[in-house]
């Protein structure tokens, strides 16, 4: 049954029947006599009042179930992370980092479902071919998901909004409010480099995790080369079964605006009469912005330069900055430094690490999903406080974890700098990047 090191395949069935609906991800199908036992060691389960969430199987590899709404089941299925994907959480813990990022991943590919199709459809199946050819609209934000390699995008996994500081955030901060109060909105955001670089106070009132999705949409609509599209959108928890307008717009290549709204304007109105009128003056503004790229702050923060990677997240207004720098002098004799993609790689499991065994969970898990999860180590349930630092030393990189009552930060680190440094080192990039751009 098992599939290949590093492969991972979504299956949804309908949960009553067990009707497959659609197949994802591997690009080698699981045979339907190994999805059959799937769905049916569930449903035996179910039968006698146990309900099968997890289990692994003997060559390393996952198995998540998920039900959502008594109708549709989701089922990951993971042939391990191969490559030595473990190496951050020490010996016996790539399990419990594989279950998190795929429990994970079942939760957001159900609300990527609801945000395109509605809840009601997915809720009451009464034809199940057509719920089959409508769920194809859903196959280029899932198979995004599904992927997960997108350099600089960590919002999928932590329901933070990936988000780049611009050089001018006033200019661009008013230009957004105006443009979304002229398309009769309090719903407005500008993405740049498929981040968030400023949007209205209400976008950020969304939940966390449709600010994500919201992303992720306009990263897959920008990625498919239209220079503007009207797009009916479902909020997964503000507005399950009633359809709002996305109306988005590319300013200039990596840069899109958008908003969120009701029968009017039309599409054609805004374009022609909006976006013309508030963002022509603010060319430059965005190329400037344009300009800061995958550093994601602007020139005035100065970075240590033994910080190979950092993940900020302002835990009060739920976005976050990501960056992973590519080191260009190495002292030779050092230890090797992480490949760019390995950073990343790194930086998210030092994340799972440390917020399933250290940091605090509530802000970055839903109710429901702690509810059906047990992530946290037992012996942190004993703890009398909560803590505030961690770290890690293994073979490739230190990390260094720092939470404050307004922040989390993740850092990746060269071998080479001191142990006892790694405070210093969090402490100073944490100061230097919120004086600079008040994050």
Same mark, same amino acid.
């Given at each position: $049954? ?15 029947? @067990? ?53 549709? $089941? ?9 490559? @030595? ?13 594989? #279950? ?12 990527? $479902? ?7 459809? %997915? ?36 329901? !933070? ?26 719903? @407005? ?11 209205? #106070? ?17 990263? /897959?609509?920008?990625? /498919? ?48 009469? %909006? ?84 940091? /605090? ?35 490739? !990189? ?42």
């Amino acid at each position: $049954m098992m599939l290949q090191d590093g492969s991972l395949q979504l299956l949804c069935l309908t949960a009553s029947s @067990g009707v497959p609906l659609f197949t994802r991800g591997a690009s080698k199908q699981l045979p339907f006599s190994v999805i059959g036992s799937l769905n049916g060691v569930h449903m035996f389960g179910g039968g006698q009042g146990v309900v099968l969430t997890c289990c692994e199987t003997a060559g390393g590899g996952k198995v998540v179930w998920r039900v959502f709404q008594d109708s549709v $089941m989701l089922i990951a299925v993971s042939g391990g992370r191969g490559g @030595g994907g473990g190496g951050q959480g020490g010996a016996g813990s790539s399990s419990k980092e594989e #279950e998190v990022r795929l429990q994970r991943l079942l939760e957001n590919v159900w609300s990527c $479902m609801v945000l395109v199709l509605g809840q009601d459809e %997915l809720a009451n199946v009464r034809n199940v071919e057509r719920l089959k050819r409508d769920l194809r609209s859903c196959f280029g934000l899932i198979d995004q998901l599904l992927e997960d390699r997108q350099e600089g995008i960590l919002g999928n996994l932590t329901h !933070c909004a990936d988000s780049l500081l611009p050089p001018n955030p006033a200019l661009l901060q008013e230009a957004v409010e105006n443009f979304a109060q002229s398309a009769d909105s309090e719903f @407005g955001c500008l993405i740049v480099h498929g981040k968030i670089a400023a949007a209205t #106070e209400k976008w950020w009132r969304l939940a966390p995790q449709e600010v994500v999705l919201l992303s992720a949409l306009m990263r /897959s609509l920008s990625a /498919s080369g239209s220079a503007s599209c009207d797009y009916p959108v479902f909020l997964p928890q503000g507005s399950p079964t009633v359809a709002h307008r996305l109306l988005r717009f590319q300013l200039l290549p990596g840069a899109d605006v958008c908003v969120l709204c009701g029968p009017t304007p039309s599409l054609h109105r805004a374009e022609s009469g %909006l976006v013309c009128r508030f963002w022509s003056p603010l060319v430059e503004t965005l190329r400037d912005c344009l300009a800061v790229g995958d550093r994601c702050l602007p020139g005035s923060v100065s970075l240590r330069p033994d910080v190979l990677a950092l993940l900020l997240i302002n835990r009060e207004t739920r976005r976050s900055v990501s960056l992973v720098r590519t080191s260009t002098n190495h002292p030779l004799g050092d230890p090797p430094l992480p490949s760019k993609a390995r950073c990343w790689e790194l930086l998210k499991l030092f994340y799972i690490f440390s917020t399933t065994r250290y940091f /605090s969970q509530e802000e970055t898990l839903g109710l429901e999903e702690r509810a059906q999860r047990g992530n946290t180590e037992d012996f942190v349930l004993g703890f009398s406080h909560q803590p505030l630092q961690c770290y890690l030393v293994t073979d490739e !990189c230190k990390s260094f974890g720092l939470q404050t009552p307004q922040h989390q930060l993740f850092l990746l680190i060269p071998l080479s700098v001191p142990t006892l440094a790694l405070r210093t080192v969090a402490t100073q990039t944490l100061s230097d990047i919120t004086a600079a751009t008040a994050f």
